[in-house]
């Protein structure tokens, strides 16, 4: 067995977009923070791509340029904000959706407003306008505290849902919290999955444990700059198995996974982002 390690994807990680400043989980992007976001990710050139996309271009060593985006929960205003400010961009995004709640709530957070999450409609309009849908789960459970009969509900059972919704079954997966473990890591592969979300899965990170930086309202060009800069530092190697030679990594995705940041900016921007993973990590 050969095994070959990258360095990880860039991977943004939103949630809800709206003007709601009632914002206790760091959750919300403004529609005017989102769009300064793309137009700085576009000033670098850079291109925001559902993780499908951005996976199977860096499988083909076309991944240069390319930054993932999702948006996890499957929030009702990904359709009427965030979509329209994707297409002005030219960008695509994954979105993750919990087919155990169309049409309801963030009912999980304990705290902040109730807010509104997309109905089958609303799904398949996200991916009829190019986007990537994937599964958030199917009632935004914690896997790793999840009973085998829960496990197997909140990832096989939400992919044959979603299916049911969009006529494909998905390919990507992301968990719920952040939260995983090996069970869960090899629950959702059983699934049948191609991948999976994290935030900071630590040594599970892999295909199936890819890790992501959570993005919000404070997010400016400097913060992105910062994040950009230390997420190769700060998240580990990508491990990539297979039993025939490994395809080399070519110079020009090395380059767009990692630019190094300014002289004396790592350790502002390093705790900057543990807050953030730990904010995560609660969702």
Known sequence: MIVQRRRPPWVLMYHSVSACTDDPYRITVSPYRLDRQLRWLSSRGLTGV???????AR???R???????????????FVDTALPLLRRHGCTATVFVLPGRLDGDNAWDEQ??????????????????????????????DLTTADDATLERETRHSRTLIADITG????????????????????????????????????????????RV?????????????????????????????????????????AADANPGP?????????????????????
């Open 263 to 283: 002289a004396g900016a790592g350790e502002p921007a390093r705790t900057a982002e543990r807050a953030d993973d730990e904010n995560g990590s609660k969702r």
């Open 112 to 141: 902040g407003p109730r807010k509104p999450l997309l109905s089958a409609d609303g799904i398949r309009t996200a991916e009829a306008e190019g986007m990537e849908i994937g599964s958030h789960g199917l009632l935004h459970t």
């Open 59 to 61: 499988a083909s060593g």
């Open 214 to 254: 959570h993005i919000d309202a404070s997010d400016n060009s400097v913060r992105l700059f910062l994040k950009r800069a230390l997420h190769p530092l700060r998240r580990k190697p990508l491990s990539v198995s297979g039993t025939t030679t490994p395809v080399p990594v070519r110079p020009a995705d090395e």
């Open 168 to 211: 494909t079954a998905p390919a990507g997966f992301c968990y719920p919290y952040g939260t995983v473990d090996a069970r869960a890591v090899d629950a959702v592969r059983t699934a049948g999955y191609g991948y999976a979300c994290a935030i900071d899965p630590g040594p599970l990170t892999g295909v199936h444990a890819l890790p």
């Open 50 to 56: 559902s993780v499908g996309e951005l996976m199977r």
């Open 63 to 77: 991944g240069a340029g390319l930054v993932g985006l999702t948006f996890d929960d499957g929030y009702a205003d």
